[in-house]
Structures are given as C-alpha cells and as structure tokens.
C-alpha cells in the first residue's frame, strides 16, 4: 500500500470516533408494543443472569446430572445455528453460482446469521460452569482434538469471522472508509467459501455431537446419519428462516427497502421456498430410508412413535407439500405458512434429539425453568435490537451509496 | 528446535484441519497394561465400608456405614459421593453392588473433551482437571454410565467423580475402598490379571457364577470389572451398553472432516471461477448485441468502446 492510501485509511478511521457515537441514539419511535415488552424482558433477563451467575447454574435452571443440556443448549445453541444456515446457503447461491437474484437480500442474511453466531453462540457462556475457561481449545489448554465439540468450537470462532469479513463492506459503506471498503469487498468470495466449508462440518458437527449418546437418545431419532441430517435440515431450516425474515423486514422496514427490491420480492421468496422443498424432500427421502433400514416400525404405536409422527408429518411433510403447492401457484401466502410450519419443524427436531428424547424414559425428565425461558427470550430479543440497529444505519437493506462499484 | 509431533498435531488442530488424526482418546492399544479392579459381588456384604474410606480419602461428607436406611431405594453417585453401595432383592437372595466410575479403556467422556480436561491416563484412571474444563457438561452427555457429576450449585463447579485413587497408586498403595474391603470382594491388580482372576473364579465355580463379566467388553472394556451370580441386569446395570468403544460412534463423522476441508473448497473455488467466466462471456454478448443495436441505429462514436 502506497503512503497515500495509508493516510487516507488513517484519516477514515479517525473521523469514525465522532461519527459513531452521534449513530448510537436511537432512531425512530422509541414506545412501542414490542419495545416495551422486550425492553422488560431485557431488563428481567439481566437479574436473571447476574443471579445465574452469583448462585451457579443449579440455581436458575432445572439441569441435574440426569440432564446436563437444557434449552441453553437444545434451543438457543443447536437450534440457532441451524437457523444461522440461511446465511452460508445464500452466500453459496450468490457469490459461488451467481444467483443475482438474491442479491438484495444477502446482506440482511449474512448480517442475521452472524449476529446468530454472536448471540446464540455466545449463549453458550451462560451454560458454561467455568466461562473462564472457554479460551482454552483456542490458546492450546488443551486441543482436544479428538473431541467433536473442539471442532465445533473452533468453527464457530472461525465462522464469525469469515462472517464479519462478508458483512465487513456494509460496516465500510456505513462508516464512510472508501479506501477500506475496496479491499474488503475483494476478500469476499474467499470469505465465502471458507464459510461455506466451516458451515458444512459444524452444522453436521452439532449433529455429531450426541454420537456419543447412543444408549440415551430414542431409537427413532438416533441414527449414525444424524451429522448428514442436521446439514440438510440446516438448508432448509436456513432458507425458511430467510423467508419469516424476508416477510418481516418487508413490513417493519419498509422505507428502507428501494422500490425495484419490492418488485422482485416475490420472484426472491418463489425461489427461496424452490430451495427450501428441495431440501426437505432430500431430508425427509433420508429420514424415511433410515426409519426402514433401521427396522423402527415397532416404535411407531407407543407415545414416542406418535411424536415422532407429529414431527416428521405435521412439520416436514405437510410443509413441504405446501411448499410445493406454493411455487406451483405463484402465491406467497402458502409459502410463507410452510416457513413457520418448517421453522416449528426444526425446533420440534433439535429439541428432541438434545433434550425430549433424550432420555425419553427418565422417571423425571427435564423441562425448562421459567428462568432459562426468560434469559433465552432475553438473548433472543437483544439480537433483535442490535440487528434492527444495524439496518436502520447501515446499507443492509437499502442500496450501497453511489460512491461504491462492485457489488458485494 | 525440536517440534514434538503431539505440539505439531496441536498446531494442525488449531487450523479446524487436522482435528481428527490418530489418537484417539487415552491412546489405548492392545499393549498398553491398564489397572483393573476386580468386584466379585457374590462376596460383598453390603457393609459400605468403601464408601467411608472413599468419602474420607476425597475429603467428601462421611456416610455413617451402619445406617442401613439407605438400603431403601437405589442410589447412583454424586458429586460428593463417588461410590455407592445398593442392595438388590434377586432370584438368588440379596446382592450388593459398588457402582463408581468405570475407567473404560477408551473413556468416551475423555474424547469427548475439548480440552483434554478429561484424561485417561496411561496407567489408566480417568481423572478430571480443573484448569482446562470450561464447564461444559459434554463429558455427562457422552458418558454411557452417567458417572461424571456436577456440582450444579456452585459458583466454580467441579465434575466430580471416582478418580480410581490416582494419586494413591502413584505412591504405590490401593486405591481406598480396596483397601477398606473387609472380605476381599474388591481386588486390585492389571486389567488383565483381573480378568484372568474373574474367569477362573466363573470356571470353578460355574453353578455360583452368571457366566459373564460385566466390564469385560462393555463399552469397549473398562477398568472396574465384575462378576455376579445373577444377570447382571437384575442388580442395577445397564446391559444394553454397546460393546463398542464410545468414541468409535465418532469416529466416522471425525474421519470425513479433512476430506471435506480439501474437497470442498476446491469444488466450490473451481464453481466460483466458472461462474465469472460465464458471467464474463455473457456481459461480451450483451455488449456486441448491444453495439450492433447501436451500429444500425446510428454510428458509435469510438471511445463508447472501451465502457
């Protein structure tokens, strides 16, 4: 880099200081429904997790030796991340096969996936006994590496990265750093492929992770497929996601949305749900090869047999025939019904695997304390407010300012 | 310098490439001579003197071993009491069983360890270490004997669990509750001498034996073997237990790692470039449909070629 362009990349960051903190008062109507209850739900939230924190996990949760993984786990970690899948999926579309559509909406993705990353991921902290501690896969006390939850750990720290390199421009365009911006946007497609790998394993590495607890998981939903099948599902769990988001950005964001996005909203969602029932038919074709190869027809007619059917008829066949019907017909509505039901799918999934299943004979089983809820509610509702900051200031939704040329 | 191939490895696995190569938990090989012990429960009196010399070794809370109230219902360990002594009304009269930690010869809590908080030692205890654990319970998840125990309300919790007198054999003595043992029905030696102890005992005395050690093959093997002279699951064991070693259900997904870090790239980096190229082929298309358009309309002045 000549002088010159180090002074000017010098000067960019020296007038962001000033401009940054004029940027941190909020913007728009400050009382509203949803401010008021998740502001409340913040600020309980907090207590809570000072209280975790003061008295130990026991003292806020309902996890016992029995049940070391509740929802902070099951939900927050194992369920995130798979809704995070949106991202790398997009990003793969966009960037790798030039699938131009989608470019208006791949920022707000990305920006979703890794704030998902940031919090959900970070949640783990709260779960862990000796936060402390949670350096050590990284400084090398010690690598485990035979360990899949060492692989995943270091994906997730990677992952973000790769995360915040993809979303990098928007900060740059934001912040006004013209000179930053070009070498960013040019890191992008690397980014992309580095996360495309990373997002692969630990999204089947989160499956992996119960390989271990073969003897405690129901037959029906154990299988040595588990990593295969958390990757697809993360596909589609991604996708579906991106299309609630899509629906939702539409309304609550609107002024920020360029008029030409509108038009081709449609197009964006048709072709969203395309990818979301392609998945779903490969993942539900593997779950039914599975349930035969496996010979689980006997479990069928006890209780679990029966939740097994709610989840695998109600929430990924149903879905998925209304996906179907929805891009044969053109219609939104349909599609975005069997968004919900697929998101409802997912969650039904990782939970059953990572907490209702497991153990599913235990005498007294676990279910989650009203705080566990609250402080979930609470991660959850904070990485709403941050990714609403964000589009509100930054160029996630509304186009680059002129002063850009390429496209990332 | 010398770089020891254990740091390289290290290294490796810090790049999220090489997470999976050789070793796997606790290095158990065939030749590696583990310690065993040997609970002969057709001997046990149920008298929990190990559980006392165990709870004061450990620095835990003392059971009274006389109070034979606790006989009322089955108990399983805890994070203050690492063994337990239960009673099981049989086909064949009263047993009593020590339960503790099992020591398996490829600990599947050690390989799920991130840190290596969990360790398999090479003489073979299983030991938890407080500086490298963060806490995060997936040694309990993977454990198929349920044994590694949290201390869910504290504020710096410990997993807790039998840690086989480690540092007690280290100094050449047995391990507390064997030498707390008044009848002899635990017994301390190699795994192999253990064994050869056990079937011997079963070929003896096969009308007073169930012709099984529990621990033999379970998970892969442990340490802590026992023999019985009933089934083994009408005193409190889980017989479903795979006789696989537990990281082995690991393994396949482990092995695909690398193969997934070289290919897929590569695919993906080679799909990138085909894109452009195409993209780039079909913007010179436009470009010459777009001049002829021009061409017939009117003549292009010359630097529109360059856009």
């Not at chain 1, 499956?207 to 040595?224: C, N, Q, R, S, V």
Request: glycine letters at 8%; aromatic letters at 14%; a neutral charge.
């Amino acid at each position: 880099m000549s002088n010159g362009t180090v002074k000017a990349l010098n000067q960019e960051i020296k007038n962001f200081i000033p401009f940054f903190l004029e940027e941190l008062k909020p913007k728009g109507k400050i009382i509203t429904p949803f401010n008021v209850i998740s502001g409340i739900t913040i600020f309980i939230g907090i207590i809570l997790i000072i209280y975790r924190f003061a008295f130990g996990l026991g003292a806020a949760t309902n996890l016992s030796d029995d049940f070391p993984w509740g929802i902070w786990i099951g939900f927050d970690v194992v369920t995130g991340v798979a809704f995070a899948g949106g991202a790398y999926v997009l990003t793969c579309a966009v960037y790798v096969f030039g699938a131009k559509k989608y470019h208006p909406i791949i920022r707000a993705t990305v920006l979703n996936g890794f704030l998902a990353y940031v919090f959900y991921a970070g949640a783990l902290l709260l779960d862990l006994g000796r936060p402390w501690n949670v350096v050590n896969p990284i400084i090398g006390n010690e690598f485990g590496y035979s360990s899949v939850l060492f692989l995943v750990a270091w994906h997730f720290l990677l992952y973000m990265m790769a995360q915040f390199v993809e979303f990098s421009p928007a900060v740059a365009e934001w912040a006004g750093w013209r000179k930053l911006r070009k070498v960013l946007g040019s890191l992008t497609i690397g980014a992309v492929i580095f996360g495309i790998t990373l997002s692969t394993l630990h999204q089947s590495g989160l499956g992996a992770l119960f390989m271990m607890a073969k003897d405690k998981i129901h037959p029906l939903w154990y299988t040595e497929f588990i990593p295969i099948l958390f990757f697809v599902s993360s596909v589609f769990a991604g996708l579906s996601l991106v299309i609630i988001e899509g629906a939702i950005s539409h309304r609550v964001f609107r002024d920020q949305i360029p008029e030409d996005h509108h038009a081709t909203e449609e197009d964006i969602t048709i072709g969203l749900a395309k990818g979301a029932a392609g998945a779903m038919f490969a993942y539900f074709f593997l779950k039914l090869l599975v349930f035969i190869h496996e010979h689980h027809w006997t479990y069928l007619g006890t209780p679990m047999g029966y939740w097994f059917l709610v989840e695998m008829i109600g929430f990924v066949a149903i879905p998925l025939a209304i996906f179907v019907e929805g891009v044969r017909t053109r219609a939104i509505t349909p599609i975005r019904v069997a968004a919900v039901l697929t998101t409802i799918g997912i969650i039904l999934n990782r939970l059953n695997i990572s907490v209702i299943a497991y153990k599913w004979d235990a005498p007294f089983h676990y279910y989650p304390s009203w705080m566990e809820i609250v402080i979930t509610m609470t991660v959850i509702f904070v990485e709403i407010w941050v990714f609403r900051w964000v589009v509100l200031r930054m160029p996630v939704l509304r186009k680059s300012p002129d002063w850009v040329e390429d496209s990332h | 310098m010398s770089i020891s191939r254990r740091k390289f490895l290290g290294w490796m696995g810090a790049a999220g490439v090489a997470s999976t190569v050789g070793r796997s938990a606790g290095a158990a090989t065939e030749t590696t001579e583990f310690v065993g012990t040997l609970v002969d429960t057709t001997r046990c009196i149920g008298c929990r003197r190990c559980e006392e010399a165990c709870a004061k070794e450990n620095g835990n809370p003392v059971p009274d071993p006389d109070d034979v109230s606790v006989f009322e219902k089955e108990r399983v360990t805890d994070y203050k009491a690492w063994t337990v002594v239960n009673r099981y009304e049989t086909e064949k009269g009263i047993v009593s069983v020590k339960r503790q930690c099992m020591h398996c010869n490829q600990a599947a809590c050690a390989s799920a360890c991130l840190v290596n908080a969990m360790l398999k030692k090479e003489d073979g205890p299983v030991i938890w270490r407080g500086s490298k654990c963060m806490g995060c319970r997936y040694c309990m998840v993977s454990c198929p004997f349920d044994m590694p125990k949290y201390e869910y309300h504290s504020v710096i919790p410990k997993v807790q669990k039998c840690t086989y007198c480690f540092s007690r054999q280290e100094e050449g003595k047995l391990p507390a509750c064997v030498e707390a043992c008044p009848v002899e029905a635990l017994r301390f030696g190699s795994r192999r001498e253990m064994l050869k102890i056990a079937k011997s005992r079963i070929a003896r005395q096969p009308d007073e034996y169930y012709n099984e050690i529990y621990g033999e093959q379970e998970a892969g093997g442990t340490s802590w073997m026992y023999l019985s002279k009933v089934p083994f699951d009408q005193i409190g064991f889980n017989t479903g237990i795979s006789k696989t070693p537990y990281p082995e259900f690991t393994k396949g997904f482990l092995y695909g790692v690398p193969v997934v870090f070289v290919l897929w790239p590569t695919f993906l980096a080679g799909m990138s470039i085909l894109t452009r190229r195409r993209e780039q082929a079909d913007e010179a298309d436009n470009k010459k449909a777009d001049e002829k358009e021009t061409a017939k309309k009117e003549a292009p002045p010359a630097d529109d070629a360059k856009e």
